[in-house]
């Protein structure tokens, strides 16, 4: 518990996040984030032994992050549906707010050498694992239609993830009326012919 | 017309477009690029000012070939659903097709300065107006719900450009399969519920 202010270490960690996500990973020189954090170049080894290190950090906390949140979901809801508007919600809520730390996670995971690669890949693997579960056991309790629950989890995180690339907390859009949005659009896709459950007497004729 | 072989430049650019895709801009030097190109370092002035006008030239020529292609479907099909079909097929197409060029237009914005920015902005741009302008007609139509046309347009685009990060010729899904998954989810959603079209017989009681 620090009750004020920041360590020095989260202070090297809150620079380096800024400046990976604003100008890349290879672009974002040491002394830099040094200099951000408000100490010499040098003493920034007494706490990362190196730029990599950073990286990591970040990338794990975040993904270690989103994995918990979407465990939560899984263990606090049963319905398939409740599930799924949960899960993207939490999804879509989590990249807007850490909006730096998951770009990153995005983009610079060429930046990882090979042995961090694979570590922050498997917990990218469990993050999509925990989604597919969700699917398929909609899909298992009729629910879900018969899909490829892989191709519809990648499709689910893509479009999710990339709110963060466009949402602006002063912009036209709520993250709560965003996320309605999306809810609508997987589950109910853009044909009024699927929208049966919100146009019953515009249907009727059809069938 | 060029009857055998790269012309120096087309061989320097997709050196560029190999080592940007690889290692990002920022960490591929001019160097390198030239001697994947078969070139001295020194020469490749003669063909290209700098790393900046390769970055440039490989962001405009796919998203012009881009724009044009989703014209060439807006002018080319009349019925909304076919036209969003269309569109996804070639957005996806494209996307799996010039893999590294699409990775290069989606990960190094930040590295174009600010006038070629703005250039680059406007083509993306101008893409998500086509594509709105093909969501706001089915739903003047009919054809599509009632929906917020940009929102739907992000979270198309996102969906269908991230399939060139996982996809594999010679994975377990051919281009076409992931094609028809990704129509059948954006078009019906993922709810049984949504699926009358293609389940009657399960639909009827819930009426």
């Not at 604003?22 to 954090?37: E, F, K, S, V, W």
């Not at 989103?66 to 799924?84: A, F, I």
């Not at 809520?93 to 850490?98: A, P, Q, V």
Request: hydrophobic share 40%.
């Amino acid at each position: 518990m620090r009750p004020e202010g920041r360590s020095m270490r989260e202070s090297i960690l809150a620079a380096a996040v800024h400046l990976f996500a604003q100008y890349g990973y290879h672009a974002a020189p040491l002394r830099d984030i040094a200099r951000m954090a408000g100490i010499q170049a040098a003493s920034i080894y007494h706490h990362y032994p190196n730029k990599q290190a950073l990286l990591i950090e970040i990338m794990e906390t975040y993904m270690v992050r989103l994995n918990v949140s979407l465990e939560h979901v899984l263990k606090e809801y049963d319905d398939p549906l409740q599930r799924l508007h949960e899960a993207i919600a939490n999804h879509i809520r989590m990249h807007t707010t850490y909006k730096e730390e998951f770009f990153i996670i995005d983009t610079e995971m060429r930046a990882l050498e090979d042995g961090h690669k694979a570590q922050i890949i498997s917990l990218r693997d469990k993050y999509e694992a925990l989604l597919q579960e969700l699917l398929q056991d909609g899909m298992e309790r009729g629910v879900f239609r018969q899909c490829d629950v892989k191709v519809a989890s990648y499709a689910i995180i893509a479009m999710c993830t990339e709110v963060a690339t466009w949402f602006r907390p002063d912009g036209r859009l709520s993250v709560q009326q965003v996320i309605t949005s999306y809810r609508q659009f997987i589950a109910e896709g853009l044909l009024t012919t699927s929208g049966i459950t919100h146009m019953p007497d515009e249907r009727a004729h059809l069938l």
